[in-house]
């Protein structure tokens, strides 16, 4: 039996397509191949099919549902007993749920992600034609706009934009390899016509560049930037990555770099059990596929290190209490300070600008990232910001003691929604956003919101004591104060726990790893994980500061403020290691990493002994 999902929902039995019913059947075998092998509750069944206010009779109807369906997939085989209790057979029953059984190779979705792996593993081994098959081979099994018949379904928006997403991501990745493969002049009309519909996807432009450049188009080449910088300028207020702008400096100077490279000879097949061999490989691919230029990494690398690391030593420049701090990535030196409100907290960036909660006098400052300027000043009357999060539209304030989120529209300037969220017990209160959502969590729980409807759905108590949130490698993570860190799958809410460095506050993902400040131990918790399942691997610890409170992960580092010596430390997150400290003074807080900057919050200094 075969399941299809990328384009119209179809299955395959044989030489036969099922019929498969109505729309609320057919969007039941959705949503259950969505997170096949996976029980899926009746009362979230309810909630996808029906929404916040289903009928009366409607876990009647799932029952009467799987039925229909567990019949037109197992035939004679759903009459007999085995076949009414779900014991054998496709579509199991489970305690409070279902779950719909697929092996390897059934489900379309299954065997793309599948050839995506295998074709990442031979790029990054240097293998561009086996790498550019995989790719192909992966991408042809979309048959057309995935699930279309259910976009006006709540349950299916987030996965299609999800998968829309996988597929661009996999055309990158075969541009990637057939660029490899010297076909830039073959690219370079199919590129154009992908960035008409996606201007803001720099590794797309970055591809152009290349293809244009290695065509002999080099005045053409620097149009693009010049395009791409201007798009960026004009509807974020942000400059291109780092990575597009050190493409265009290489254009300029026509450095060699830029040449192309042949393919390296096949790779020794590596003995089994090898794990930190395949970890490398993991890490190494998920490189290329994230710098945006990743037909240059090898050369990238060499350039981080002389660009981004040079002069990488502490700096004389104290900022003033109650502002923000500007770092330089390029240079590690400290740029500039804006002043903001009374003691600022958390600081984000994104939609456009970069924002300080004050905690004090519970504002909203909004910082323009080239000026380096407040433009604003929002009043949060009755809120204590604990936390913000830019981003899904929105700037989004958790406030824990009116066990509420707070949304400001970044267009208006003002506080636009309140939406109701766990009930909790005291400040802390933390709040991240991700995968299509905004997570909240808080003394008692974690809440996950939907931006679109303002709405929050809760789900169960994590560990003792959550500090701060964020989401990143599939998954939302939680550091708690009991040394753990909770992480939480988005689609089933699962979570397991994992021991870090005592008393863990911060934390961020990037460079295939989970980085948690630990306040207690003045060290960076390190959580290695894998790349497509965040599943654990390992962990190890790194010596930073003194006071560890907020890390942010970008511009070819992480980021830690070190609220007690007045510091902020780099680590290199290849090598793992502190490759520069910049002091900034009195108590830094909170730190974003944006718009070519890295942005630190500092407080005047607290008593002796006085922990945050």
Known sequence: MHFRILGPLEVEDGPQNLQLGGHQQRALLALLLLRANEVVPVDEIVEDLWGAEPPASATKSVHALISKLRRRLEGDAADNANGETGENGVLLTRAHGYVLTVADGELDLHRFQSLMEEGGAALAAGQAAEAADRFREGLALWRGPPLAEFAYDSFAQIEIARLEELRLSGVEERIEAELALGLHRELISELEALLSKNPLRERLRGQLMLALYRSGRQAQALDAYRRARRTLVDELGIEPSPALQRLEQAILQQDESLELRRELPPPVAAPAGKLAEVVE????????????????????????????????????????????????????????????????????????????????????????????????????????????????????????????????????????????????????????????????????????????????????????????????????????????????????????????????????????????????????????????????????????????????????????????????????????????????????????????????????REPAGLKR
């Open 281 to 604: 490989i993991h890490a190494t691919r998920r490189r290329l596929h994230w710098r945006g230029v990743a037909v240059l990494a090898a050369a990238a690398v060499a350039l981080i290190a002389l660009l981004a690391f040079r002069g990488g030593g502490g700096d004389s420049i104290v900022v003033r209490p109650n502002s923000v701090a500007v770092i330089d990535p390029k240079t590690n030196k400290l740029v500039a300070d804006v002043e903001v409100g009374k003691r600022p907290g958390p600081v984000d960036v994104g939609e456009g600008a970069v924002w300080v909660a004050n905690l004090d006098d519970s504002t909203l400052s909004r910082i323009n990232p080239r000026t380096r300027e407040v433009e604003r000043t929002i009043p949060m009357q009755h809120v204590f910001p604990s936390d913000i999060a830019a981003g899904e539209g929105g700037v989004w304030v958790s406030n824990g003691p009116d066990n509420s989120v707070v949304r400001v529209s970044p267009d208006a300037n003002e506080v636009v929604d309140t939406v109701a969220t766990n009930r909790c017990s005291g400040y802390d209160a933390a709040i991240a956003v991700g995968g299509g959502a905004v997570w909240f969590v808080c003394s008692i729980g974690i809440a996950q919101i939907d931006p679109g409807s303002n709405t929050a759905h809760r789900l169960r108590y994590l560990g003792l004591a959550p500090r701060a949130i964020t989401f990143g490698l599939g998954a939302v993570w939680v550091s708690n104060a009991d040394n753990t860190v909770s992480r939480v799958n988005p689609r089933t809410h699962l979570v397991d726990t994992l021991t870090v460095a005592r008393d863990p506050r911060g934390l961020d993902t990037g460079y295939g790893a989970v980085w948690v400040s630990a306040f207690g131990a003045d060290a960076i918790s390190r959580l290695a994980a894998a790349p497509e399942d965040g599943s654990r691997i390992g962990s190890e610890s790194i010596h930073v500061g003194d006071g560890p409170v907020d890390v942010a992960v970008g511009a070819g580092g992480v980021w830690i403020a070190n609220s007690r010596d007045g510091t902020v430390s780099r680590i290199d997150p290849q090598s793992n290691h502190v490759i520069a400290t910049i002091r900034v003074g009195h108590s830094p807080q909170g730190i974003a990493v944006g718009a070519g900057s890295v942005w630190v919050s500092v407080q005047a």
